[in-house]
T-cell receptor
């Protein structure tokens, strides 16, 4: 079946460095992508999203890049801080409006070394 | 708003017992989702409601699982009888139509352990 997966299960970075978390997806019909952050003991929290008609979107310290040619999504975190330590999920849906079936990736754990 | 509220936070029960998980969505949200999270399978959608009506329960693993939403501010997920393989973290999420998946707000989850 179609799925969203992650290349790296665990990523360790030094505080202050930039982090890059990658995600591969297989559903070519996916039109909307979301990154979630899940801290220990909490539910996933929305970070940033991107639609398929874009290849880059920036937020505060975070940037999402989308390469539809190779079905690849990445999340870049600038100047990584200890509070960024969490599990990050990518998710994809057919489009951004209303209810659409969301497929979540398996997650990447980001560990920030002080 | 206090966000999506789930109770209990932790539940330990013996195999065969009935378990009821509770969720209060964000006021005004018209979609409510129940997810299960395990290390092996990640986040799985069990069932979702729109305006209190169950729309898709194809993710419910078997007849032992049931969910209700008697009103816009409350939903339950029941497992009867519970089995050790049901051990997982169960999340409730709510959303407002047209916000899509980017508008999901998750609760803090209920960690269920069946021994």
């Amino acid at each position: 079946g179609e799925s969203v997966g992650l290349h790296l299960p665990t990523l360790s970075v030094q505080e202050g460095d930039n982090s890059i978390i990658n995600c591969a997806y297989s559903n070519s019909a996916s039109d909307y992508f979301i990154w979630y952050k899940q801290e220990s003991g909490k539910g996933p929290q929305f970070i940033i999203d991107i639609r398929s008609n874009m290849d880059k979107r920036q937020g505060q310290r975070v940037t999402v890049l989308l390469n539809k040619t190779v079905k690849h999504l990445s999340l870049q975190i600038a100047a990584t801080q200890p509070g960024d330590s969490a599990v990050y999920f990518c998710a994809e849906t057919p489009n951004s409006g209303g209810y659409q079936k969301v497929t979540f990736g398996t997650g990447t754990k980001l560990q920030v070394i002080p | 708003d206090a966000g999506v509220i789930q109770s209990p936070r932790h539940e330990v029960t013996e195999m065969g017992q009935e378990v009821t998980l509770r969720c209060k969505p964000i006021s005004g949200h018209d979609y409510l989702f129940w997810y299960r999270q395990t290390m092996m399978r990640g986040l799985e959608l069990l069932i979702y409601f729109n305006n209190n009506v169950p729309i898709d329960d194809s993710g419910m693993p078997e007849d032992r699982f049931s969910a209700k939403m008697p009103n816009a501010s409350f939903s339950t997920l029941k497992i009867q009888p519970s089995e050790p393989r049901d051990s997982a973290v169960y999340f409730c999420a709510s959303s407002f139509e047209n916000m899509g998946a980017g508008g999901y707000t998750f609760g803090s989850g209920t960690r269920l352990t069946v021994v």
